[in-house]
């Protein structure tokens, strides 16, 4: 990835005025302070495929250990802050506004560690000039979304078809590592959205991730056939399986870095047991449940 890109929408057409100098702020402020810090998001999305699309919030990935220092910054300004999710992200409210610091993924695969702070692109995101989160951190926090109400295929898709020959491809399988699979899902699905441009995948990296299925499937049986990854890709839709069928969640594997007390408050926050906890006059209930990332 290059140090610089021609291309760094502002977004100031998609958020109201108040929330844009919320966010321009908040940045200027952390800027300021040499906290180091990635915008990711539907702004860092912008700026790799150019579609500009409403957001809601604005992402910025850090690392665990700078939260305090962060929070202590933000509240400074007179803003609130809150650890919403131990082992994933806190937020930074002003008003009805707020703004994701993530310094985890949602299903504890992909912490922020220093290579994610490593030759990254420079943008002017609202008139502050600020670092982007790499397209392949990016691949592999979306890579894993795949919830009911929300997939986050089409993003890598997109990144694919905007950027495939710019690509750190040994850097992005070694970044997937044992979820190879995962990426492999995906490349096939670009292969089929965008069939004209299956080419442009770099022959290499199909071969090695097809040899790798096919030694797999010459293998002996994995000695823990009881274990259900499908919680790594959604919080919600294979409760079935670790409540019902016994099956071990993969988040509870050295996959994740979640606990189980992570997981019980991950899974609390899940709409419709939120809903059924209300209804049963639950207090604990969370009240600002985020976008699962």
């Known amino acids: 990835m290059c140090s610089t890109m021609p291309l760094a929408p502002s977004l ?13 702020r908040a940045l200027q402020t952390l800027a300021d302070a040499g906290v180091p810090f990635l915008v990711g998001g539907a702004f860092s999305h912008a700026c790799f495929t150019g579609i500009r699309r409403a ?32 082992h994933w992200l806190a937020k930074v409210y002003a008003g ?24 990254n692109a420079v943008a002017e995101i609202l008139g ?22 929300r997939y986050d295929g089409a993003d890598i ?34 292969g089929f959205i965008y069939p004209g441009e299956r080419h442009r995948i ?30 790594l890709l959604s919080r919600e839709q294979y409760l079935h399986d670790v409540e019902q069928l016994g099956y071990l969640d993969g988040r509870l594997t050295a996959a994740s870095t979640m606990t189980e007390e992570d997981v019980a408050t991950w899974t609390a926050a899940i709409p419709a047991r939120q809903a059924a906890a209300a209804a ?5 209930t969370p009240h600002h449940p985020p976008g699962h990332a």
């Not at 049963?280 to 604990?284: I, S, V």
Request: aromatic share 10%; hydrophobic share 45%; net charge negative.
């Open 12 to 24: 100031e057409e998609e958020v109201a005025p108040e929330t844009a100098a919320f966010y321009r």
């Open 157 to 190: 898709a997109h990144l694919l078809q905007a950027n495939a020959e710019r690509l750190d491809w040994p850097g992005l399988l070694e970044r997937f590592g044992r979820n190879w699979r995962v990426l492999l899902a995906h490349l096939t699905l670009f």
């Open 280 to 284: 049963a006059g639950d207090p604990a």
């Open 55 to 86: 957001t809601k919030d604005l992402d910025l990935f850090i690392r665990r250990q700078d939260y305090e220092h962060i929070a202590e910054l933000m509240r400074g300004q007179g803003w609130n802050t809150e650890m919403s999710y131990p």
């Open 96 to 119: 009805e506004d707020f703004i994701d610091l993530i310094f985890n993924s949602g299903n504890g695969v992909t912490p922020v560690d220093d290579r994610w702070f490593h030759d």
């Open 202 to 231: 770099p022959a290499w990296v199909m071969q090695d991730l097809l040899a790798r299925l096919a030694a797999e499937v010459q293998q002996a049986p994995a000695q823990d056939p009881h274990v259900c990854g499908g919680t």
């Open 128 to 149: 502050v000039p600020v670092r982007v989160a790499n397209m392949e951190d990016s691949m592999l926090s979306k890579a894993f979304i795949m919830e009911r109400e």
